[in-house]
């Protein structure tokens, strides 16, 4: 028969099983910084986009060029702090008149950090990071990018249609871009029913800069900035 005392014992002086004890501790920091932090930046935008897409593309114009006028129109602008169109955007809010703030993140292959961030914090932890682009943000604005940029696109998506998080806008940019994806929401998702008709309400798909500042603003004209009553349990539980 197995002995579960000697094995509770072996595994209580396992080197392995307490470094991964003491990681709590890391993440546990890593929350505390960030929620002290980003709670003074708001209002703040989170944006999304590309870290392949080099500075000739027609897409890091774009993203400088909302970067700057989101940033003018008074939100601090939150990327993750990366290069391509993260540093894009963290380019044109340096520019403007509201914090640019990067959320960096520590890889095996180094992440280099861009040079256009008012206040840099960095992670080791994705799912940390991830919360902190959600917790504390007015809007997503989500140009070009691969699976990293998909990955927080879903994540926000599923967070407001399960009400973990507040309803806020979600701008998809570049609407050829997205034209496959929105297309395969519609004969896919919806014709199986995974989502309902409602879910397509929760993004917009803008062009220009101007639009996703008018967004913005439309979103917010009736309710104000200021979560109410209803938006403050998922934003204190989140």
Known sequence: MKDKRNSSTRAAGDPDLTRESWKVFQIMAEFVEGFERLARIKPSVSMFGSAR??????FYKL???????????????????????????????????SASIGLNIQLPQEQIAN????????????FSRKVMFVKYASAYV????????LDELAE???????????????????????????????NALLAHATISPMDMDLFVVVDTPQQVVEAIFR?????????????????LDL
């Open 63 to 97: 993203a400088e060029e909302i970067g700057r006028l989101v940033s003018d129109a008074g939100f601090s602008v939150v990327t993750g702090g990366g290069p391509g169109l993260m540093e894009a955007f963290n380019k044109g809010a340096y520019a403007g008149r």
């Open 115 to 126: 040079h256009f961030q008012d206040e840099a914090l960095y992670f080791r932890h994705f």
């Open 156 to 186: 926000i998506l599923t967070l407001i249609q399960t009400g973990k998080s507040r309803r806020i806008p979600v701008i998809l940019v570049h609407e050829p871009f997205w034209n496959g994806l929105m297309q395969w929401f519609r």
């Open 142 to 149: 989500v140009l070009p990018g691969g699976f990293g940029t």
């Open 219 to 235: 979103y917010y004209e009736q309710r104000g900035l200021a979560p109410g009553a209803p938006d403050k349990a998922p934003i």
């Open 53 to 58: 897409l080099p500075a000739e593309s027609p």
